[in-house]
């Protein structure tokens, strides 16, 4: 059975970093693309990248590109997700979904609150 | 960006009915290779989306044949028939033909 198991709530201060972790087991790893997206309260879901599992390469939407970092751990085959300067135009729930072509399992999501 | 467009925004049913909810996107979805990469998601409060169909008409794996996709080029639609209470919730469409992936804005879907 696929699972992406993601990270717990952050709250953090403005102008801070965060680092979010999705642990995936199911399947092979490396053979797929994992994306994070991001959905803001009541609103639409974003693509923000996504990343290769085998070789750590990356793809970002133009607008998240300076805030979010993506890498990958094959030998825990997590992948994480970094967004830095955080404003509170940052707080949303983030998920992350393995990417083949369209997005067929997703991690629970998880909620990340910028506030001084 | 590609834009995805749906239509209505909410839509209320009774339970058995059926629905039928639009999306057109702001470009052709046909890839190069000939695929159509139009999806669609369903959102059940607190949870986080789903996949239902894939590549325009394609059941994902235990899908229930009430929802079917049709569609080509921009004009997209997702049938639910024989609507039950665990269908509710938000439908998004999504398109994966060109970068970055979109999304439509979300079709609500309640009880009437």
């Known amino acids: 059975e696929v699972q992406l198991q993601q990270s717990g709530a952050e709250l953090v201060k403005p102008g801070a970093s965060v680092k979010l972790s999705c642990k995936t087991s199911?399947?092979?790893?490396?053979?797929?693309?994992m994306s994070w997206l991001k959905q803001m309260p009541g609103q639409n879901i974003e693509w923000i990248g996504n990343i290769y599992g085998g070789n750590g390469g990356t793809g970002y939407n133009q607008k998240f590109k300076g805030k979010a970092t993506l890498t990958v751990d094959k030998s825990s085959s997590t992948a994480y997700m970094d967004l830095s300067s955080l404003t509170s135009e940052d707080s949303a729930v983030y998920f992350c979904?393995?990417?083949?072509?369209?997005?067929?399992?997703w991690g629970q999501g998880v909620m990340v609150t910028v506030s001084s | 960006d590609v834009v995805m467009t749906q239509t209505p925004v909410s839509l209320s049913v009774s339970l058995g009915g059926q629905v039928s909810i639009s999306c057109r996107s702001s470009?052709?979805?046909?890839?190069?290779?000939?695929?159509?990469?139009l999806s669609w998601y369903l959102q059940k409060p607190g949870q986080s989306p789903q996949l239902l169909i894939y590549k325009v008409s394609n059941r994902f794996s235990g899908i229930s044949d009430r929802f079917s996709g049709s569609g080509s080029g921009t004009d997209f639609t997702l049938k639910i028939s024989r609507v039950e209470p665990d269908d509710l919730g938000v439908y998004y469409c999504?398109?994966?033909?060109?970068?970055?992936?979109?999304f439509g804005g979300g079709t609500k879907l309640e009880l009437k």
């Open positions: 979904a393995r990417d083949g072509d369209y997005f067929d399992y």
């Open positions: 999504g398109q994966g033909t060109q970068y970055p992936p979109t």
């Open positions: 199911g399947y092979t790893f490396s053979n797929y693309y």
């Open positions: 470009q052709s979805l046909v890839h190069n290779n000939g695929n159509t990469y």
